[in-house]
């Protein structure tokens, strides 16, 4: 089924999926929200954390921040295969208040060590998340509308350091002293313990399945499972197995992997960016991390919203992606510039954020099942490296050098890289569809 035929019908289709949003889209965002926030609140923590605790160097802050990232990579597939089988609701309710605990624990680090344990903890209970949330969207959403629904749900990210540089400024100063306690573990704690309590009202208010709602109708339940069904085409992998004999999964997860240096190197060391542009004051530090992630959700919105109306995908990322890239070069060389760095770093910031939002319409147009389940994890498990990958690095460089350009340059290499990967990409999937007809 292509479409619904009727005029009644289409006005159906309209009405379920505003009820759809409404009672999915808000809670879903704001669940994400605090697993960002709780990734990379660490930035914003780490000028404090370096005062207080011996040893904490940029390449200790950088391979800290890091091992998040590979330890959630390690877990992320298992992750997925096994929600597919036994749910969301048992799946996302146990790494929302196991993740929320930890991260609130990173209060309690006196030492290098003790900071990189929990990080590798806060990577393995998070593990399955972001692409689980992704997963579980597919079930109630078809791949025409994923763009729009992307374009909400990764608001998260931009609104998630909004709330990072605000509210962790806000926290370190206000907080500081209280109870014997240094600001920034304030911070971890304040921003922990809110995914605990989310994590049982996820548990409590939503379904694994549009079928196990009271709150549809059976017809209501009917249009989605029509639409939904819409996505599924003959030539569909629907096994984990084939997903990984595919070199369209491939390009796609190098694609990812780039857009996810470029974005994270930036998420984590914007407020160490800012610091050398002479932005010293923790306030001030907030205020500046704040209007690039502002300006951005305006741009993912209309972005995946033109790409969901024009049924287009490739150019809405491959140009934004390369904004991304211009945007970090002439950040890296105009260092000595304040503000023509800081214009540059907002436009490719928006940008990043952008052809992220649109790219995760791409594979559930292509996978179902199990291969959905799969494909989704393999494909954020190699791009979460980048995660892993592009702190480390930017630490490695600002301790070598003093500087970050180093470092920006090697993420606009990658980002030329996801360019050249979705350039490739449509001829790959036109190769699978020859081959499985």
Not at 178 to 189: A, D, R, S, V
Not at 208 to 221: G, N, T
């Amino acid at each position: 089924m292509t479409s619904l035929n009727s005029t009644s019908e289409r006005v159906t289709e309209q009405s379920v999926y505003r009820k759809l949003n409404r009672r999915l889209l808000p809670f879903l965002l704001l669940c994400y929200t605090f697993a960002y926030l709780d990734r990379v609140n660490v930035g914003f923590a780490k000028l404090q954390m370096q005062e207080d605790i011996p040893g904490f160097t940029e390449a200790a802050f950088g391979l800290g921040a890091g091992l998040f990232f590979l330890a959630y990579a390690c877990l992320e597939v298992p992750s997925n295969l096994l929600m597919h089988r036994i749910g969301a609701r048992k799946t996302i309710t146990r790494i929302m208040v196991l993740w929320g605990l930890t991260s609130a624990s990173t209060l309690f680090v006196t030492n290098v060590e003790t900071f990189f344990v929990l990080r590798v903890l806060l990577g393995v209970f998070e593990a399955g998340f972001a692409p689980g949330i992704i997963l579980y969207l597919t079930y109630w959403y078809p791949a025409r509308r994923m763009g729009a629904v992307m374009g909400i749900y990764m608001l998260a990210g931009p609104i998630g350091s909004i709330v990072g540089a605000g509210a962790s400024a806000a926290i370190i100063n206000g907080f500081h002293g209280i109870g014997g306690l240094e600001g920034w573990q304030w911070m971890f704690l304040l921003q922990g313990l809110p995914a605990v309590v989310l994590g049982f009202v996820f548990w409590k208010v939503m379904a694994d399945r549009p079928e196990d709602v009271s709150w549809l109708s059976r017809q209501e339940k009917s249009v989605v499972s029509d639409v939904v069904g819409e996505s599924q085409t003959p030539h569909h992998a629907s096994r984990f197995a084939d997903i990984l004999r595919e070199p369209a999964v491939y390009l796609m997860s190098v694609a990812y992997f780039g857009l996810m240096c470029g974005i994270y190197a930036v998420s984590f060391w914007l407020p160490t960016i800012l610091a050398d542009n002479g932005v010293t004051s923790t306030t001030q530090l907030g205020i500046y991390a704040s209007i690039p992630y502002v300006l951005t959700i305006p741009v993912m919105i209309l972005l995946s919203r033109r790409s969901d109306r024009l049924r287009e995908r490739k150019w809405h990322i491959v140009i934004p992606t390369a904004f991304a890239a211009v945007g970090l070069t002439v950040a890296a060389y105009t260092a000595s510039s304040f503000a023509i760095a800081f214009v540059a770093l907002c436009v490719a910031i928006c940008s990043a954020w952008g052809a992220y939002t649109v790219f995760w319409a791409i594979p559930s147009h292509h996978f179902s099942g199990t291969a959905a389940a799969g494909g989704i994890a393999f494909i954020n498990t190699i791009g979460i490296l980048g995660g892993f990958f592009a702190p480390t690095l930017m630490g490695w460089v600002k301790e070598l050098t003093g500087s970050t350009q180093g470092g920006l340059m090697t993420m606009v290499v990658l980002l030329l890289g996801s360019i050249a990967a979705m350039l490739l990409l449509p001829i790959a999937l036109r190769n699978r569809t020859e081959v499985t007809a």
